[in-house]
């Protein structure tokens, strides 16, 4: 079964800082970009952050810039995103996804597997 596991979210203070994992089982991400989205309530899905499956090119967008770290191993088949500096406006479901195609960064169309989603919640 090819799947996408998130884990590593939770509540932390405004302030603090997250590491989440993406993880996948049934096939390598070593051909892969790997990309960071995010849904809030009420609120449409938005991309976060993305990386190339060499990892060479990233991606953040303007809202997590300088606070948020994308990076990941292959050799383990793991991607994270290491968050500081946590505002409450980042409280949102965080979901990693995988494409074949490239360096697509934030077309979500273009991702062929999803993972299940992790709570992020960013409160005092």
């Known amino acids: 079964q090819?799947?996408?596991v998130e884990s590593g979210g939770g509540l932390v203070q405004p302030g603090g800082s997250l590491r989440l994992s993406c993880a996948a089982s049934g096939f390598s991400l070593d051909y892969y970009a790997i990309g960071w989205f995010r849904q809030?309530?009420?609120k449409e899905r938005e991309g976060v952050s993305c990386i190339s499956s060499s990892g060479g090119n990233t991606n953040y967008a303007d809202s997590v810039k300088?606070?948020?770290t994308i990076s990941r191993d292959n050799a383990k088949n793991t991607v994270?995103?290491?968050?500081?500096s946590l505002?409450?406006?980042?409280?949102?479901?965080?979901?990693?996804?995988?494409?074949p195609r490239g360096y697509v960064c934030y077309d979500s169309t273009e991702y062929?597997?999803?993972?299940?989603?992790?709570?992020v919640t960013v409160s005092s």
């Open 40 to 42: 809030a309530p009420g």
């Open 87 to 99: 505002r409450p406006e980042d409280t949102a479901v965080y979901y990693c996804a995988a494409t």
């Open 2 to 4: 090819l799947q996408l």
């Open 112 to 119: 062929d597997y999803w993972g299940q989603g992790t709570q």
């Open 66 to 68: 300088g606070r948020f």
């Open 80 to 84: 994270y995103l290491q968050m500081n």
